[in-house]
């Protein structure tokens, strides 16, 4: 397989190839339509006036129209039958008609530069042939002649041909060897990439690439090196997920395990069966709970393929929400104060929805003191729909509110153990509205409270 080197230099090759085509295709195409008939038009004025010198100088004829051969001209003097005579370079090629003579010699005007054919990649310019002059009668010792001429292109250009064609065959050279060095410069960071992507395909997320240039190469190279650190985050972050569903399935198992082996001895008082038997449910609840959830995270990671959106009332929801929650408030003997609009609607997962209500008001629930309050206000702007949930606990310490949204991260890690709760409630949270296009965000006061707000766009 060719590399990336060769297939730019060859992909320039043919650029220049095709741009000197169309180039001469283009010129050719102006020359045949604009300068030709200019052309033609000035050549025969130039034989209309060797025609007027010759027919009022006859005797000089001769030594006049070698002079002007000389100057840069191709000069064919015929009466159309035996006498003719040429002046000047030779024609490469001697295709002029006799009807053509015998027009001229009756007095017309021959045309044959405007009347050269038309070919894509032939400039008639060049073409040394008899039948590309132009052709005009004159009287001389009473006899009528044919005069044909055309420029000695040759010699009129010669060394200037030579020189342009020096200078484009130099420039093409240059230009070649200058596309090498360039090539070289454009692919060789590219390739260090291709070397990085190799390191990172076997585990190596520890890159450094040079970011100095500001175009896109050094723009990539940036955005690699982002992408190789933002890799190493998720891979730490996979392993430390494995190590955490690992640990909080191990010891909900180990208790299992230990309390059903000591209630198969059988001899056990029925006070203390019963107590080990209420803490084999309660971890085996926590285990449902906790399956529950991954499966939860699991889909939810599938994307926007995984949502059913329709159009709802967000004050309908969010009581029905703490309807769910209404024995834990009275038993905390909580206070829940709703500000939601009966008019906001929101266009999203309604069941995903309901989970993120839940979620934050369980939270809430759990976590604030008896006696407290919690509120739910929500507003809509012109861009976007924002629920706050507030409440009156004791806060949450600044350390602690960069970690909420990850995954198996507690604030009080013997409590929350404790009570049940898995962990990734504020996870399912994040990545819900993250899904909906929005923002979820925590703020919180030690020994004032704490706030959640929720931002969702507006559809």
Same mark, same amino acid.
């Given at each position: 397989?060719k ?9 320039t090759l ?16 102006y ?38 051969a ?56 060049f073409?040394?042939?008899?039948s ?21 292109v ?6 200037l %041909? ?31 990439l ?13 890159l ?5 240039? @500001? ?17 190493? @985050?998720?891979?730490?972050?996979r ?18 395990q230990?309390f059903a ?10 006070e ?5 038997a ?6 085996? @609840? ?13 889909t ?53 929805l ?19 309050s919690?509120?739910?206000?929500a ?7 924002r629920?706050?949930i507030?409440?009156t ?21 013997? %409590? ?38 929720v931002?969702?766009p507006?559809?």
């Open positions: 397989m590399s990336l080197y060769y297939r730019v230099f060859l992909i043919a650029v220049i190839f095709a741009s000197s085509m169309l180039g001469l295709l283009a010129s050719n195409i020359y045949h339509t604009k300068l030709k008939p200019y052309n033609d038009k000035k050549l025969v004025s130039i034989a209309e006036q060797m025609k007027d010198f010759v027919e009022f100088n006859p005797e000089g004829m001769e030594r006049y129209l070698r002079n002007a000389s100057l840069g001209y191709e000069i064919y003097v015929t009466d159309g039958q035996e006498e003719s005579h040429f002046y000047g370079g030779g024609f490469r090629e001697q295709d002029l008609d006799n009807q053509d003579i015998r027009f001229v010699l009756s007095g017309g005007t021959y045309h044959g530069v405007a009347q050269f054919p038309n070919k894509p990649f032939i400039t008639g310019f073409e040394n042939r008899l590309n002059t132009v052709g005009v009668p004159f009287q001389t010792s009473g006899k009528t002649y044919a005069l044909f001429m055309r420029p000695d040759l010699l009129q250009f010669g060394e %041909r030579t020189f342009f064609a020096l200078v484009l065959s130099l420039t093409i050279i240059i230009s070649i060897l200058f596309f090498l060095m360039s090539t070289r410069y454009i692919v060789k960071p590219i390739t260090r291709t070397e990085a992507t190799k390191r990172l395909a076997q585990g190596n997320y520890n450094r690439l040079k970011t100095g240039r @500001r175009d896109e190469i050094g723009q990539l190279a940036g955005h690699f090196m982002t992408m190789g650190r933002e890799l190493e @985050r998720v891979d730490l972050a392993q430390q997920f494995v190590s955490n569903v690992s640990h909080e399935i191990q010891s909900p198992l180990t208790s299992i230990g082996k000591v209630l198969a001895q059988g001899n056990l008082p029925e203390e069966r019963l107590q080990y209420s803490i084999i449910e309660t971890e085996s @609840r926590h285990l449902s709970m906790l399956s529950k959830q991954l499966l939860l995270l699991s939810l990671e599938q994307g926007e393929e995984a949502l059913n959106k329709k159009r709802f009332y967000l004050r309908g929801q969010i009581r029905q929400a703490a309807g769910m929650l209404q024995w834990q408030l009275e038993e905390k003997e909580l206070l829940l104060k709703l500000s939601v609009p009966e008019s906001i609607s929101v266009q999203g997962d309604e069941v995903l309901m989970q993120v209500w839940t979620n934050l008001l369980s939270n809430a629930a759990n976590h604030i003191p008896p006696g407290r919690i509120e739910v206000h507003e809509e702007t012109q861009s976007c729909i629920v706050v507030s409440d606990g004791e806060g949450i310490a600044p350390e602690h509110l960069p970690f909420l949204f990850d995954r198996f991260y507690r604030v009080d890690r013997a %409590r929350e153990r404790a009570s049940g709760r898995t962990g990734l409630g504020l996870a399912i949270v994040k990545k819900i509205v993250q899904l909906h296009e929005g923002n979820v965000e925590v703020s919180s006061s030690p020994g004032v409270g704490t706030r959640f707000t931002t969702l507006k559809l």
